[in-house]
Every structure is written in structure tokens, then in C-alpha cells.
């Protein structure tokens, strides 16, 4: 058999090596079709941050030394794992003047968009009067080994 009687075969619409090599291919087709489809679902997820951040609201903003003001956190929680709160007030120079490290806290009840509970944050009686910016960091702290860092800044902040 020769090289030009393959191709006969093959360039006849009916014969079994067309009908053959069409079925070879569409299950090549659909083999990569499935992997890349796979790759890229599973991806999404990998990359999904656990805490996503929406907004920080103070009350009040206007606070004394010594004196506690709330932190009103809406988060969207796409996992969930214990955290840990870091704030600081930064002056408007750049400078951090205090930073706070809260206790680990456990996760939350459930995933989605939602208020997180009010605590009460202190402003150090060490603090001199003045606009502070408030900034904080949570490190979720996963179960899977990772730990994730999401910040809110620009918080205005004045002590009096």
C-alpha cells in the first residue's frame, strides 16, 4: 500500500479510516476540552481570599486618649478560619505612633456578606491630639497551613 492509497482512503467521506480518524479526534477534542475546563475551575477557587473586606466604619470619629471608639467591619467570608486583628494609627506623616495586636480569634458562623461584632478599641492614653489615620490588617490563619492577609486603610481618626 502506498502513501497516495492512504490518502484515497481517507479523503472518501464514508470510509472506516475517515470515519476512524473523526472519532480519534473528537475524543482528543474532548479529552483537552475537559482538562482545560478543569484547570480553570479549580484555579478559581485556589485563588478566592478567605476575607474579603467591604468597609470600616469608626464610631465616633472623634475620640479621647484612654477612650474607646467601635470599629464597624462588613466582611465577605468565603472561608472560614480563626484570625487575628492588627490596628494602628498612623499619623498623617506616614508615622505608625501605636500598634494593637488582638487575641486570635475563632471563626466566624458562617461564609457571605455579613457585619462582623462590635468590640470596643482603646486609643492609648500615651497618643498626643491630632488626625491619625486608623489601619488595620487580619491574618486569617487557615487550617489548610496558609495564612491570608487582608487590610482596610485610610480610616480617618482625630484624638483630642
Known amino acids: 500500500m ?3 492509497d492512504i490518502d484515497a ?3 472518501e467521506p464514508r470510509s472506516g479510516a475517515s470515519i476512524g480518524l473523526n472519532i480519534i479526534s473528537a475524543c482528543a477534542l474532548l479529552a483537552a476540552s475537559a482538562w482545560f475546563v478543569n484547570n ?3 484555579s478559581r477557587d485556589a485563588e478566592l481570599a478567605p476575607r474579603i ?3 470600616v466604619v469608626l ?3 472623634i475620640v479621647l486618649a484612654g477612650k474607646p471608639f467601635k470599629a464597624h467591619i462588613n466582611v465577605t467570608l468565603n472561608k472560614l478560619c480563626p484570625y487575628e486583628v492588627h490596628w494602628s494609627l498612623v499619623r498623617p506623616d ?3 505612633v501605636v500598634k494593637v495586636i488582638e487575641p486570635v480569634k475563632p471563626a466566624p458562623a458562617g ?3 455579613q457585619d462582623l461584632p462590635v468590640s470596643d478599641r482603646y486609643v492609648p492614653n500615651s497618643i498626643s491630639p491630632g488626625d491619625y489615620k486608623y489601619v488595620s490588617e487580619v491574618y486569617d490563619q ?3 497551613g496558609h495564612t491570608y492577609t487582608s487590610a482596610r486603610q485610610a480610616v480617618a481618626l482625630t484624638v483630642r
Open 2 to 4: 502506498r502513501l497516495t
Open 9 to 11: 482512503k481517507l479523503a
Open 40 to 42: 480553570v475551575l479549580s
Open 53 to 55: 473586606v467591604n468597609s
Open 59 to 61: 464610631e465616633p470619629t
Open 94 to 96: 506616614g508615622v505608625e
Open 111 to 113: 461564609t457571605g456578606t
Open 142 to 144: 487557615c487550617p489548610d
